[in-house]
């Protein structure tokens, strides 16, 4: 990459600038995750403030942690060729990007204290796992960890916020855990030949698309166990259900990856799909008891 190409990169200002934006905060996953811990929220007990308070404080790390992500890949999404990133095709700067991300940190500390002293740092502490991700960890073998922490940190971010600050249920966490590795590995798993191609050396890089592809199910796969038979109370016929439906769509990934491209990452999709509805059903049980 040469100076004078990377000097041109991110000239658009005004309404190109704040769409560029908005393409650079990973909007799918920025909705997605906001999306299910505000619901998680609702079905544990948080009342109509505390779940808007949630999904302030979550939506504003998880704009934080995207618009990083972008800013610091700058340079290699463009020795990449990635001309999709709003950064790379001048849609707006590497500055703005860092401002922004800037400003919704600052916005997300105070919003996730006001769950109070507990909850507030059990969220700062995934968000700022992430960041060590964008920043450092995710061109090293420990680049699993960050997702790790801050999916596993979310279920205690709700529970933590409820009167008499309970703990979340250990079954929760590990399996908040899991989804956060099945979502790393889906998500580096397209651009592992441009990341090697730049010197990224994470954990899913060195495996390889191929071992990768056939891992992505498998810890969502033992998500979707955690939260069907980890709750104290018998599994009833629709924890069962769930479960086997999720060892169907694992076994159909495994037959079918080879033949497209595309089959294991919708595999993953529909799996997490089957523990996200199962993590939301136990409502009240996510905490400890």
Do not use: E
């Amino acid at each position: 990459m040469t100076t004078s190409r990377y000097s041109r990169l991110g000239r658009g200002t005004g309404l190109g600038a704040a769409l560029g934006l908005v393409r650079a905060c990973h909007l799918g996953p920025t909705v997605a995750v906001t999306t299910l811990v505000t619901a998680l929220a609702v079905a544990s007990g948080r009342d109509a403030i505390g779940c808007v308070l949630v999904a302030a404080a979550v939506l504003t790390g998880q704009l934080s942690i995207g618009w990083c992500n972008d800013a610091v890949d700058a340079g290699r999404d463009v020795a990449a060729g990635r001309t999709g990133k709003p950064v790379v095709d001048g849609a707006v700067s590497v500055r703005t990007v860092w401002v922004a991300a800037s400003a919704a940190l600052a916005l997300c500390v105070p919003l996730s204290l006001a769950s109070g002293l507990a909850a507030g740092a059990v969220h700062l502490t995934g968000v700022a796992a992430a960041w060590a991700y964008d920043l450092r960890l995710k061109a090293t073998v420990l680049s699993w960890l960050p997702y790790a922490v801050g999916f596993g940190s979310l279920p205690g971010f709700v529970t933590l916020g409820l009167p008499g600050h309970p703990w979340p249920a250990w079954w929760a966490v590990l399996a908040a855990a899991l989804l956060g590795c099945g979502a790393h590995l889906a998500n580096v798993l397209p651009d592992i030949p441009g990341d090697l191609a730049t010197g990224v050396r994470g954990w899913p890089q060195r495996l390889g698309p191929a071992r990768v592809r056939v891992l992505i199910p498998l810890p969502l796969l033992l998500a979707t166990g955690l939260l069907a038979f980890g709750p104290p109370a018998s599994p009833g016929a629709g924890s069962w259900a769930a479960f086997a439906a999720a060892g169907a769509f694992t076994a159909a990934g495994l037959l079918l990856g080879r033949r497209s491209p595309r089959v294991p990452f919708a595999v993953a999709i529909a799996v997490a799909a089957v523990a996200v509805i199962l993590l939301l059903t136990q409502g009240t049980a996510i905490t400890a008891r």
